[in-house]
């Protein structure tokens, strides 16, 4: 099992920058594909950014690519979230997720379903 603790979330101004992180601590942190989803009020959970376990591979929403950046450091067992140019809509939790990808290194998901695990969100407000 792999425990997610997300830190970094807080209140910025439309243009400013975040930059979330995410530690994990149980099984081998390298031995996952990690991903960040966000939740607005009233809407459901989306897709932000995934990584592979290898760090060669990394997919973004197109409401977020060119503004946002995933990485990861398997020595530190984190993944991190770079947050640039943000906007009002991008005001959300955002979650950090693992997905066990042992025999996939490239791989990267994006649907939900793909990760078993799950932190406990941290908290992103864009003011205008």
């Known amino acids: 099992q792999v425990q997610l603790v997300e830190s970094g979330g807080g209140l910025v101004q439309a243009g400013g920058s975040l930059r979330l992180s995410c530690a994990a601590s149980?099984?081998?942190?390298?031995?996952?594909?990690m991903g960040w989803f966000r939740q607005a009020p009233g809407k459901e959970r989306e897709f932000v950014a995934a990584?592979?376990?290898?760090?060669?591979?990394?997919y973004y929403a197109d409401s977020v690519k060119g503004r946002f950046t995933i990485s990861r450091d398997n020595a530190k067992n984190t993944v991190y979230l770079q947050m640039n140019s943000l906007k009002p809509e991008d005001t959300a939790v955002y979650y950090c997720?693992?997905?066990?990808?042992?025999?996939?290194?490239?791989?990267?998901?994006?649907?939900?379903?793909?990760?078993?695990?799950w932190g406990q969100g941290t908290q992103v407000t864009v003011s205008s």
């Open positions: 149980g099984r081998t942190f390298s031995g996952y594909a």
């Open positions: 997720a693992a997905a066990q990808s042992w025999y996939t290194a490239n791989a990267y998901y994006s649907r939900s379903n793909d990760y078993a695990y």
């Open positions: 990584i592979s376990r290898n760090t060669v591979n990394t």
